[in-house]
């Protein structure tokens, strides 16, 4: 929602670059026709260069690199999250070798409890902490691109706010040489 948005105030931004350069065109033909003089100085003086809007410096839109990747990280963990969770997936125990199920490193044998009840338990709240772990890691990683995202967008608004102001002194002028006339 926050990448839709952020196209949507580069095209908005887009917009009021081009507003503003037809604002330049009507106010050099409003002084041509106010007085010959200045419709002299418009037809002597250098054109300017033809300018899209959309690289009036402003620049291009992409979206937080670290939001895309937060995302796509997000995305792959979820994946993995619901092969492996037993209410997400399809349980299929074809092929599937019960006896090496139950090996644990001697490492993990150790640090768990000789009862073997207890150890299963153990290592279950083990597994649910691990998913726990992983489930807050994914959602740190979205938050800061999160972040990321609404600091920039909030720096084009700001670009934006001033534009927009800059314009409406413009217009005004405009509007009230054109009452003159």
């Not at 196209?7 to 507003?19: C, G």
């Not at 330049?24 to 899209?52: D, R």
């Not at 997000?74 to 070798?97: I, T, V, W």
């Not at 720096?155 to 102001?165: G, I, P, Q, S, Y």
Request: charged share 35%.
């Amino acid at each position: 929602e926050l990448v839709r948005q952020g196209e949507a105030l580069k095209r908005t931004e887009q917009m009021v670059d081009k507003m503003d350069q037809d604002l330049k065109t009507s106010q050099k033909h409003i002084n041509s026709i106010k007085s010959v003089w200045g419709g002299l100085v418009n037809y002597f003086k250098a054109k300017p260069p033809e300018s899209k809007p959309e690289h009036n410096g402003t620049p291009e839109y992409y979206g937080s690199s670290r939001l895309k990747e937060a995302m796509m990280s997000s995305k792959e963990q979820e994946s993995k999250y619901q092969e492996s969770h037993p209410n997400l997936r399809k349980l299929d125990y074809a092929g599937f070798d019960f006896s090496k199920a139950d090996l644990v490193s001697s490492v993990q044998r150790d640090s768990y409890p000789k009862n073997q009840h207890l150890r299963a338990y153990h290592q279950k709240i083990d597994n649910n902490l691990d998913e726990m772990s992983s489930g807050l890691s994914r959602l740190k990683n979205l938050a800061l691109g999160l972040q990321t995202e609404i600091d920039e967008q909030d720096d084009m608004l700001d670009r934006l706010t001033r534009k927009v102001e800059t314009l409406d002194v413009n217009i005004k002028s405009t509007d009230k040489k054109v009452r003159q006339l």
